[in-house]
Nanobody, 113 residues
Framework: QVQLVESGGGLVQPGGSLRLSCAASLSIFSINVMGWYRQAPGKERELVASITRVGTTNYANSVKGRFTISRDNAKNTVYLQMNSLKPEDTAVYYC???????WGQGTQVTVSS
């Protein structure tokens, strides 16, 4: 079982940036797909971005061109760089690895002026 710990959330103004990190308790080298989800109040959890072991990425249409997912297998960490943030990006962001199997505790991202 892998434990995942997210960090990097917070309050940011519209147009700002944040970088989320997800540290795994064991090697992620063998984990094929890792991902970031988010859940806003009153909405279902949605997949924001995913990345395979070889670096193939996939993004929700709502974040394409603004968010970038990456992974550092040597540090057992996956990242989500979020730029040009909008109020509708406000949510709790969760790391999942393998996708849909193990989850972190979540980190709050609030985009507001």
């Amino acid at each position: 079982q892998v434990q995942l710990v997210e960090s990097g959330g917070g309050l940011v103004q519209p147009g700002g940036s944040l970088r989320l990190s997800c540290a795994a308790s064991l090697s992620i080298f063998s984990i094929n797909v890792m991902g970031w989800y988010r859940q806003a109040p009153g909405k279902e959890r949605e997949l924001v971005a995913s990345i395979t072991r070889v670096g193939t990425t996939n993004y929700a249409n709502s974040v394409k061109g603004r968010f970038t997912i990456s992974r550092d297998n040597a540090k057992n960490t996956v990242y989500l760089q979020m730029n040009s943030l909008k109020p509708e990006d406000t949510a709790v962001y969760y790391c999942s690895a393998p996708v849909g199997v193990y989850w972190g505790q979540g980190t709050q991202v609030t985009v507001s002026s």
